[in-house]
């Protein structure tokens, strides 16, 4: 049952990416993603306490950033490369 969610979470954040956009999310999408990311952004998060804190447009930035990075797995990304694309993700997000 966990997997199916996670596939799930996966389908949406494909979305998102396809659409550049997070208004096709729903508020339910939005609250689903970001509970079901929750222990990968504890994992991940330097500062898991500030994440908590942050809007709720900026943690799905930083789920649709984790996701990326484990899609792309052990490929060499670096630093500027992810900035960049986490710039992008940004100006998705504030796309009306």
């Known amino acids: 049952m966990e ?3 996670r596939v799930e979470a996966e389908k949406l954040i494909k979305k998102v ?3 550049k956009s997070f208004l096709i999310l729903t508020e339910e999408d939005k ?3 970001v509970e079901e990311y929750s222990d990968d952004m504890k994992i991940a998060s330097k500062n898991y306490e500030e994440y908590l804190l942050l809007p709720e447009s900026q943690k799905l930035v930083n789920i649709v950033v984790l996701a990326l990075q484990e899609y792309l797995g052990n490929w060499h990304v670096s630093t500027d ?3 960049d ?5 940004q100006s998705i997000s504030q796309s009306k």
């Open 85 to 89: 694309i986490s710039d992008y993700l």
């Open 81 to 83: 490369e992810m900035k």
């Open 31 to 33: 609250i689903f993603l």
């Open 3 to 5: 997997e199916d969610k």
């Open 17 to 19: 990416l396809q659409e």
